[in-house]
């Protein structure tokens, strides 16, 4: 029995398990505390109508910064500044950041064609929203703060955790993972995947959030900027397969 456990009273197995609770503890904590974020964002951006959504918008995004970011001081917000990885990387990341986001945005805007092309999903299968629903505030939300509460959270707390656990490149994955389920969307699963690999290892390898959050905000941009006319093509188009062919429905079942 080491040191550890004599001063802790423990054995080297219980403090295995209780080590893998805290980080089972700080995955979940993540996930639903970026989920909350995002609900409020989404409630201020589709209930209130005009300026209004975006101004609420803006508030939140003002009290979320406010409490993860420009607060200082004590121990307890210096460890969660350093748990989130809210430090400034060196500036020859930089350089990257750019390249790296035009091209996520270009594998998003492809996979959205191949979706549209193939008939996977229609104007019908896109996010409804409230006829009061604000556009500003939509925007703020998709492009801006949905990027930042995501990667404070997912990179940051939830990778974090998972990477004192199972090593970098098992936690890369599985958050990733994790963020792509988290969207719902069955058919974008895969890039979303993909695109979260690319911000987690973004994350590891600068040991800062920032760079993936940039990255993560001008893909949004490009993504709010091009959705509309995509879910146009899809409206103009009938479902087909994978192999091309036109869906038909299924043959009705005689009635008795």
């Known amino acids: 029995m080491n040191s550890l456990s004599v001063a802790t009273g423990s054995t080297p197995s219980r403090i295995r398990v209780r080590a893998s609770r805290r980080t089972l503890w700080s995955v979940v904590a993540a996930f639903v505390v970026a989920s909350a974020w995002n609900l409020c964002f989404g409630l201020a951006a589709a209930e209130l109508p ?23 001081g004590g121990r307890r917000a210096a460890r969660r500044r350093a748990a989130m990885r809210l430090r400034a990387p060196c500036r020859a990341v930089w350089p990257w950041v ?13 996979i959205g064609f191949l979706v ?13 929203h409230g006829a009061d629903a604000s556009a500003a505030g939509m925007f703020l939300f998709g492009a801006l703060f949905a990027p930042l509460v995501e990667e404070f959270f997912y990179r940051g707390t939830m990778q974090r955790a998972l990477e004192r656990r199972v090593g970098p490149w098992l936690a890369i994955g599985v958050t990733a993972l994790v963020f792509a389920l988290a969207h719902g969307n069955g058919v974008r699963v895969p890039g979303l995947w993909l695109g979260g690999v690319v911000l987690g290892h973004a994350a590891w390898a600068t040991r800062s959030i920032w760079p ?32 091309g062919r036109p869906r038909t429905p299924p043959p009705a079942s005689p009635r008795s």
Do not use: M
Not at 60 to 69: D, E, I, K, P
Not at 119 to 127: C, F, N, Y
């Open 212 to 243: 993936g959050v940039a990255i993560h905000v001008i893909n949004n941009v490009v993504a709010a900027l091009v959705a509309p006319w995509l879910l146009g093509r899809a409206s103009t188009r009938p479902p087909r397969f994978g192999d």
């Open 116 to 128: 549209v092309a193939n008939g996977w999903i229609t104007e019908a299968d896109a996010p409804k």
């Open 98 to 110: 750019l390249p790296l986001a035009l091209l996520a945005a270009t594998l998003q805007v492809a």
């Open 50 to 72: 005009g300026w209004r959504g975006g101004l609420g918008v803006a508030a939140l995004g003002a009290a979320f910064l406010g409490f993860y970011v420009a607060r200082r």
